[in-house]
Nanobody, 125 residues
Framework: QLQLVESGGGLVQPGGSLRLSCVAS????????VGWFREAPLKERAGVAK????????SYVDSVKGRFTISRDNAKNTVYLQMNDLKPEDTGVYYC??????????????????WGQGTQVTVSS
């Protein structure tokens, strides 16, 4: 019954910033680890970042460390992805997804049981 909706994508120049939001409905998001994934053109979907239920633990793929920050506001049932210093290779459709446990293999989306529809991020010019 949990549903996730992403928003905040758009067209941005290299070096620019975007803030993505993932809003949950149908259930409380504080019961779940939440991850952000992206699917670049002609590429497979891959993990970007994840955050634990309380927000005390986070993980990032190497290519975004120091540039992206994942956070959550459980009172608003929302998880965010702040993306700074964007590069053309960051282009893709960004998805959020929910998982019961924080630990374990995750970059390919393993055990993430609910997914949003995605929001397009394009970094160009």
């Amino acid at each position: 019954q949990l549903q996730l909706v992403e928003s905040g994508g758009g067209l941005v120049q290299p070096g620019g910033s975007l803030r993505l939001s993932c809003v949950a409905s149908g259930s409380t998001l504080n019961s779940y680890t939440v991850g952000w994934f992206r699917e670049a053109p002609l590429k497979e979907r891959a993990g970007v970042a994840k955050i634990s239920r309380s927000g005390s633990e986070t993980s990032y793929v190497d290519s975004v460390k120091g540039r992206f920050t994942i956070s959550r506001d459980n009172a608003k049932n929302t998880v965010y992805l702040q993306m700074n210093d964007l590069k053309p290779e960051d282009t893709g459709v960004y998805y959020c997804a929910a998982r019961i446990w924080f630990s374990g293999t995750w970059e390919a989306g393993t055990d993430f049981i609910t997914w949003g529809q995605g929001t397009q991020v394009t970094v160009s010019s």
